[in-house]
């Protein structure tokens, strides 16, 4: 059974600090990562995408990729209230599985 | 451009009736995926198409769950007859290449 793995939370941060998110896989074959932000009854938004090992950025956020460890991590920086959202990490190679997401909260 | 439109938006059903859903992707995407996501889960993968041809529907529990796109464009994913299990937000996503995006969502309450 091909898993991705999120802690659920809450993980809570204080406003402008880093916020660390981190997801696991089982499929040593996935090739392809993506981590999605949902607002609270709305639907999944694509905000990184990362296929090769080591970091990929984006504004304030950073995603990482480590396949030989099987993990991907999402870095925010200088977290917003805003930010605060569940976060879906999703893995695979052409069917991607996705975790149950971490909830972030950002306190202002 | 414009994004995944999906209808309705909400709908509210008693078990044992049936319910269909409409999905019209991005304009050119050829892929088009329909996913169910209980509340606390992440969304599961019911159903793949590449343009009008089925590419994985190994999830979709087929004695009640069908799903169609003719033309390679809009699809339609129904149940019938629904259980009480199936209350769920049921998104559809379009993609070209590796990433999906995601529509609205239709909210299925089964009473």
């Known amino acids: 059974q091909k898993e991705v793995e999120q802690n659920s939370g809450p993980l809570s941060v204080p406003e402008g600090a880093i916020a660390s998110l981190n997801c696991t896989y089982s499929d040593r074959g996935s090739q392809s990562f993506f981590w999605y932000r949902q607002y609270s009854g709305k639907s999944p938004e694509l905000i990184m995408s990362?296929?090769?090992?080591g970091d990929k950025e984006d504004g304030r956020f950073t995603a990482q990729l480590n396949k030989a460890s099987q993990y991907v991590s999402l870095l925010i920086r200088d977290s917003q209230p805003s930010d605060s959202a569940t976060y879906l990490c999703a893995g695979g190679t052409y069917k991607y599985i996705f975790g149950t997401g971490t909830r972030l909260k950002v306190l202002a | 451009e414009a994004g995944v439109a999906q209808s309705p938006r909400y709908k509210i059903i008693e078990k044992r009736q049936s319910v269909a859903f409409w999905c019209n992707p991005i304009?050119?995407?050829?892929?088009l995926y329909w996913y169910q996501q209980i509340l606390g889960q992440g969304p599961k993968l019911l159903i793949q198409f590449q343009n009008n041809g089925v590419v994985d529907d190994s999830q979709l529990p087929k004695d009640r769950f069908s799903a169609e796109r003719l033309k390679g464009v809009d699809s339609t994913l129904k149940i019938q007859p629904a259980k009480l299990e199936d209350s769920a937000v049921y998104l559809c996503?379009?993609?070209?290449?590796?990433?999906?995006?995601f529509g609205p969502g239709t909210r299925l309450t089964v009473l």
């Open positions: 990362i296929y090769s090992n």
């Open positions: 304009s050119g995407h050829a892929t």
């Open positions: 996503a379009s993609g070209e290449g590796e990433e999906q995006f």
